[in-house]
């Protein structure tokens, strides 16, 4: 349900981009709402499948988020029953029974999702949305 026009022509490269993500989020989400997951809490939950057991810290690390932002998205995880507390030093994570089950259901739909976005806006731009991805993730911020 988009209240707002489908394409907003603008100049700014800001702008494009976050109704971009905006509307990939979307979909994303969308994709996943059979399996009760959103883009964002299926991209955390394989960042802890890949560590298998991580603290906030090192788990923000390995998927490249603030540490503040881990700490909210971290406790919706663990109310849903997707992660839990083992033993060990400090608070440390991993996914439980659930979260696996999740997972392994949800990789299918990512997958898919994928397909269809590049079946959508072709190969090659599919492409240069990673590697436009990357560069603008390193742009450098110049402080007066």
Not at 136 to 141: A, E, V
């Amino acid at each position: 349900g988009r209240s707002m026009p489908r394409v907003y022509k603008s100049p700014c490269y800001c702008i494009n981009t976050r109704r971009s993500a905006n509307a990939l989020k979307e979909y994303y989400d969308n994709a996943f709402k059979n399996v009760d997951l959103t883009g964002a809490q299926y991209y955390l939950l394989t960042g802890l499948m890949e560590l298998e057991k991580a603290n906030i810290t090192q788990w923000a690390e390995y998927v490249g988020l603030e540490r503040s932002t881990m700490v909210r998205n971290v406790s919706t995880l663990e109310k849903h029953g997707l992660i839990h507390v083992i033993k060990g030093k400090g608070k440390v994570f991993e996914l439980t029974e659930f979260g696996r089950d999740t997972i392994e259901k949800a990789i299918p739909i990512w997958e898919k999702t994928q397909n269809e976005i590049k079946e959508y806006i072709g190969e090659e731009d599919a492409e240069a949305i990673r590697r436009i991805g990357e560069k603008l993730q390193n742009l450098p911020i110049i402080k007066e």
